[in-house]
């Protein structure tokens, strides 16, 4: 709307005003036409909006698997440093008894020797389970973040909730299906690809002819006084109306042609994309489920060589009294005793 006034001057100093008032409208009809083209911008705001959430929610996933995990690495740090201690101790009453039995003439000096050295071997055992129990501390208070509770902290961290592990039965198919469908990463393939479909469209549109209809109503006034001027305005003396339709068609436009063709490649390769991801999150549930179901094998062998390996080293510990074995059948015992704690453990 346009409301200028014309002051014009003739030779004879005579003064007239000219204002005028203009509507006009115009409306693409091909490129650029609709309203999902011109809502391109804001869908793909959307797009992205949504594609954030879910890398956040799949980070937020990460951060609490992360602080589940660290959890667990610390609790088998502090049994692993238990039980090297403890494979001290029974080390330390070995050597006690050995000097006894050497004292008596029972033993030779030799086994008092060798129990020395198992003891220092258990002792080495002992700072490496310190120092690794020091390392999942630290793990796990950068995690947690917890004002007050820095990874420089002196304060101990003490795992309360003990283990209880339980076989699961799972349905493979079920649960790979499951996990393509609500996976955070097959979302954000999805987005993707409703935004490169969206892109399509909008570059297709781009490739069209410019044409646009149009449409002027004009009211001009004249007179030698400002009001006589807006008066002939307000009365619509002289009133005009204008339709026009407006045709550009690009030569080759190819600028037009190669976007469009670039966003088309885009989609394909993100659909392919989408498939080999599919392909790679079913492998991996699959993998994880066989994983698991070994663990929950492993966890029995554990058990069950904890507990044999802890017969045999009382055996042999016998058999030492009995003059039938050595302190290094009674020490080697003892290491595989631990060794099967802390497989046990894992």
């Known amino acids: 709307v346009r409301d200028p006034i014309t002051v014009n001057?003739?030779?004879?100093?005579?003064?007239?005003?000219?204002?005028?008032?203009?509507?006009?409208?115009?409306?693409?009809?091909?490129?650029?036409?609709?309203?999902?083209?011109?809502?391109?911008?804001?869908?793909?705001?959307?797009?992205?909006?949504?594609?954030?959430?879910?890398?956040t929610k799949l980070e937020v996933i990460r951060v609490l698997a992360n602080a589940d995990r660290g959890y667990w690495r610390l609790y088998a740090a502090r049994k692993e440093l238990e039980v090297r201690q403890q494979e001290y101790e029974l080390a330390q009453a070995q050597l006690e008894q050995t000097r006894r039995m050497v004292l008596l003439g029972e033993k030779a000096a030799v086994e008092e020797t060798r129990s020395e050295a198992g003891v220092a071997e258990r002792l080495d055992g002992i700072i490496k389970s310190k120092k690794a129990l020091e390392d999942r501390q630290r793990e796990l208070k950068q995690i947690m973040n917890e004002a007050g509770l820095g990874i420089d902290?002196?304060?101990?961290?003490?795992?309360?909730?003990?283990?209880?592990?339980?076989?699961?039965?799972?349905?493979?198919?079920?649960?790979?299906?499951?996990?393509?469908?609500?996976?955070?990463?097959?979302?954000?393939?999805?987005?993707?690809?409703?935004?490169?479909?969206?892109?399509?469209?909008?570059?297709?549109?781009?490739?069209?002819?410019?044409?646009?209809?149009?449409?002027?109503?004009?009211?001009?006034?004249?007179?030698t006084a400002r009001s006589d001027a807006y008066d002939m305005i307000y009365d619509?003396?002289?009133?005009?109306?204008?339709?026009?339709?407006?045709?550009?068609?690009?030569?080759?436009?190819?600028?037009?042609?190669?976007?469009?063709?670039?966003?088309?490649?885009?989609?394909?390769?993100?659909?392919?994309?989408?498939?080999?991801?599919?392909?790679?999150?079913?492998?991996?549930?699959?993998?994880?489920?066989?994983?698991?179901?070994?663990?929950?094998?492993?966890?029995?062998?554990?058990r069950q060589n904890s507990i044999l390996a802890g017969r045999l080293y009382e055996a042999e510990k016998r058999q030492f009294v009995a003059g039938l074995r050595t302190a290094t059948d009674v020490l080697d015992a003892q290491a595989k005793f631990a060794n099967a704690q802390s497989t046990e453990i894992r």
């Open 236 to 302: 619509r003396e002289l009133e005009s109306h204008m339709v026009g339709l407006r045709l550009i068609v690009p030569l080759g436009n190819e600028g037009a042609k190669n976007r469009l063709l670039i966003v088309q490649y885009r989609k394909r390769q993100r659909l392919l994309a989408k498939e080999f991801r599919k392909i790679q999150i079913e492998t991996e549930v699959l993998g994880a489920i066989e994983q698991m179901e070994a663990n929950w094998q492993s966890i029995l062998a554990g």
């Open 153 to 223: 902290s002196p304060a101990n961290l003490v795992p309360m909730s003990e283990p209880d592990p339980v076989r699961y039965e799972i349905d493979k198919e079920r649960l790979a299906k499951s996990a393509v469908e609500n996976r955070m990463e097959m979302l954000e393939v999805e987005l993707l690809l409703a935004q490169d479909s969206s892109a399509v469209d909008y570059y297709k549109n781009l490739t069209f002819p410019l044409v646009s209809r149009s449409y002027s109503y004009n009211l001009n006034g004249i007179g």
């Open 9 to 55: 001057i003739t030779s004879g100093s005579l003064v007239s005003y000219t204002p005028a008032t203009t509507f006009s409208i115009s409306q693409p009809l091909l490129r650029g036409a609709g309203k999902r083209v011109n809502t391109y911008s804001i869908r793909i705001l959307e797009y992205q909006r949504q594609i954030t959430d879910a890398m």
